[in-house]
């Protein structure tokens, strides 16, 4: 879910960060080992304005180029649903901005050191993009969510980013050019769900996406957005913390393990909800057994089909079951 204070006032300074890296590489090589390399893998899926960042070139692709351009960086795993829904996103997003912004892409398991510091920032789940900024960093998405919603947190970080300042006035009426060839045909209904997620109106995009469904109800990727887009509107108006204790503190209350698994799917914590729900149904009986059932198989819905997630969790119902 977008932060909801852009403010660089108690950011993240990581220039003492960036010092201790190049002590690093210092001593090594004093030691005679080779200094790590410098360069960013350019990502497969992006382009130029998308680089994937490891442990040691964290600071040249990132913190020292976010002197020069801001740089997104998206904390992701590969066992991770929601963040195959949203690293696209950001994708799709950084290439329209041609360079206004980059996109650093960092896989917290190949990274250790990175996943380390996410955890010490105070972040508990993925997917979770943080903005840098001329050395400073600011914790900016946590969980995925619609590309509606992406775009606008976007637009709204570099609004408050110039009104402070730190980022110079766009020219104004300026607009990146678009190729009309370029944009797909959509139909009406399908037209109405864009139009509604770029608006952030969900209830609107979700009486679109169930007019879709009833034409082709197998549509998977109209599919994974409405479930998407249900989850948001059942989770936009919850506090995750007060949910997650409440979750903890009535291990036997079903109803508020359903709530605190949309809490986790939202954040980017797929298989803890998968795991709590099928807890819920092993040791619940009745209606609320059957609730957790229904529950969890509407939860995988938000994941692409094809999720390893998934097809544990199956297998794990299928034991709790039977």
């Known amino acids: 879910m977008p932060s909801r204070d852009f403010s660089l006032h108690g950011a993240i300074d990581l220039g003492a960060r960036q010092a201790a890296a190049r002590k690093q590489q210092e001593r090594r090589a004093q030691g005679g080992a080779a200094p790590a390399s410098a360069g960013g893998g350019q990502s497969a899926g992006g382009g ?21 351009v801001p740089v997104l960086v998206d904390f992701w795993a ?18 329209e901005a041609a360079g206004a912004w980059i996109l ?14 996410m955890q010490q920032m ?21 969980g995925a969510a619609p590309e509606a919603q992406v775009r606008q947190a976007i637009d709204q970080l570099f609004e408050a980013l110039r009104k402070e300042g730190i980022l110079p006035e766009a020219p104004e009426g300026e607009q990146p050019a678009v190729d009309a060839a370029d944009e797909p045909v959509l139909d009406p209904a399908r037209q109405r769900v864009e139009d509604a997620l770029q608006a952030g109106d969900l209830e609107v995009a979700k009486t679109a996406l169930d007019e879709v469904l009833a034409t082709d109800p197998r549509d998977p990727i109209a599919t ?27 291990p036997g209350d079903v109803q508020a393990q359903i709530v605190a698994a949309d809490v986790e799917v939202m954040s980017g914590q797929a298989e803890q909800a998968f795991e709590r729900l099928v807890a819920a149904v092993r040791v619940g009986a009745g209606d609320d057994r059957d609730a957790a059932r229904k529950h969890l198989l509407s939860l995988f819905d938000v994941l692409a089909p094809d999720d390893p997630l998934i097809a544990k969790a199956r297998r794990a119902l299928q034991s709790a079951l039977f």
Do not use: H, M
């Open 224 to 250: 994974q957005q409405r479930a998407t887009v249900v989850l948001a509107l059942r989770v936009r108006s919850l506090d995750p913390e007060r949910v997650l204790r409440e979750a903890a503190e009535k």
């Open 104 to 117: 650093a892409k960092v896989d917290i398991d190949a990274n250790p050191q990175l996943g380390a510091y």
């Open 78 to 95: 590969e066992w991770c649903g929601p963040c195959k829904q949203l690293s696209p996103i950001l994708e799709k997003l950084a290439t």
């Open 122 to 142: 105070g972040v508990r789940g993925i997917p979770f993009v943080a903005a840098v900024v001329a050395g400073q960093l600011l914790p900016f998405l946590n």
């Open 48 to 68: 130029q304005y998308v680089v994937d960042v490891t442990d040691e070139t964290f600071n040249t692709e990132v913190v020292e180029r976010s002197q020069a």
